[in-house]
């Protein structure tokens, strides 16, 4: 008998984890208050694998058509999680409602099973505190689109269960995602983190005029981008630096990478004026009505790189 998972909540998110966990073999459940919600979250979900079909891009063994008829819609949530062996919650990170959804799931789930949360800020203790089963609770932060972008951070709760991260863990690579621990609690956790820096950094730079928007997009997208699309920031610098890796990065370019860093201002509203800035340029070059085009070409090129990544993966570059 097949095991099954629990999706609560139908946008993106929770469409993109149903599909993964129905390309594994598992049957899902996908619940949403609303019963349009689900309507529209299986249709998109069809039409999502037929695309991936067209591109070559299928995950498992499963033709689509066995993928898409492993996946229900419900909107009776008691009946999405019983029997459940993971219960992936999807809502808005709005706290109290993270808490409120987390606490009709805790009354009615399998005590064995793991409860997680696609939560990018808000940290674990925060959202289980108040639940019996807080000992089965972790994080489990997608990136954006998850399909084509793996990467999956786990954040057990303090009162997580000691296989608890290694189950979940092994799910996730099951499924073919890419997981990481964060190791301790911590707002935003790690992707985001790094992120919210980069575009604290960006927002400067555009405030004080050091660069235009367009450029500052193509310095991620012709340079940074590219250098991290296979490889992090240490392993770049570790190869980059010299014979002796780290030593002879932090000898070389430590003095420099203080000073520069000592030069960063403090953080500040994403508002007013250089916002003004910003939109004004990106509607020069990308113009509002033109956005679906864009997005479409935007997922094309993600779709291309996650096949040459897969194509890697399967042996092609045993050589590296």
């Known amino acids: 008998?097949?095991?099954?998972?629990?999706?609560?909540?139908?946008?993106?998110?929770?469409?993109?984890?149903?599909?993964?966990?129905?390309?594994?073999?598992?049957?899902?459940?996908?619940?949403?208050?609303?019963?349009?919600?689900?309507?529209?979250?299986?249709?998109?979900?069809?039409?999502?694998?037929?695309?991936?079909?067209?591109?070559?891009?299928?995950?498992?063994?499963?033709?689509?058509?066995?993928?898409?008829?492993?996946?229900?819609?419900?909107?009776?949530?008691?009946?999405?999680?019983?029997?459940?062996?993971?219960?992936?919650?999807?809502?808005?990170?709005?706290?109290?409602?993270?808490?409120?959804?987390?606490?009709?799931?805790?009354a009615v789930m399998d005590p064995t099973a793991i409860l997680t949360s696609s939560?990018?800020?808000?940290?674990?203790?925060?959202?289980?505190?108040?639940?019996?089963?807080?000992?089965?609770?972790?994080?489990?932060?997608?990136?954006?689109?998850?399909?084509?972008?793996?990467?999956?951070?786990?954040?057990?709760?303090?009162?997580?269960?000691?296989d608890l991260l290694p189950q979940t863990t092994a799910l996730m690579k099951k499924i073919g995602q890419s997981p990481v621990t964060v190791k301790k609690e911590i707002l935003g956790y790690v992707l985001n983190r790094i992120q919210y820096a980069l575009l604290r950094e960006c927002f400067s730079l555009i405030r004080e005029d050091v660069v235009s928007v367009q450029d500052l997009d193509m310095v991620m997208s012709d340079g940074l981008g590219r250098r991290y699309a296979f490889i992090g920031p240490f392993e770049t610098a570790y190869l980059n630096a010299g014979p002796n890796g780290m030593l002879d990065w932090g000898r070389k370019y430590g003095a420099d990478i203080l000073r520069v860093c000592q030069s960063f201002g403090g953080p500040e509203p994403f508002e007013g004026p250089t916002v003004d800035k910003m939109q004004s340029e990106m509607v020069k070059y990308l113009p509002l009505d033109k956005l679906d085009e864009r997005r479409k070409w935007r997922d094309a090129r993600l779709s291309a790189l996650a096949k040459l990544k897969a194509s890697f993966d399967s042996g092609e570059d045993k050589d590296n």
């Not at 949530?77 to 993270?98: D, F, R, S, T, W």
């Not at 807080?134 to 998850?146: E, Y």
């Open 1 to 106: 008998m097949m095991e099954r998972v629990a999706i609560v909540g139908s946008g993106l998110i929770g469409r993109s984890w149903a599909m993964l966990f129905a390309a594994a073999g598992y049957k899902v459940r996908i619940y949403d208050i609303e019963p349009k919600q689900i309507t529209d979250a299986l249709s998109n979900i069809r039409s999502q694998l037929e695309h991936l079909e067209e591109i070559g891009l299928m995950r498992g063994h499963l033709t689509k058509e066995q993928q898409f008829q492993a996946i229900e819609g419900t909107n009776d949530l008691k009946y999405c999680i019983e029997g459940a062996i993971y219960i992936q919650e999807n809502v808005p990170e709005i706290l109290e409602l993270k808490r409120s959804v987390h606490q009709k799931i805790d």
């Open 119 to 162: 939560a990018s800020t808000i940290v674990p203790s925060d959202l289980c505190s108040h639940l019996k089963n807080r000992n089965r609770f972790i994080v489990a932060h997608p990136t954006n689109p998850p399909f084509y972008a793996p990467l999956v951070e786990l954040g057990p709760s303090p009162w997580a269960d000691p």
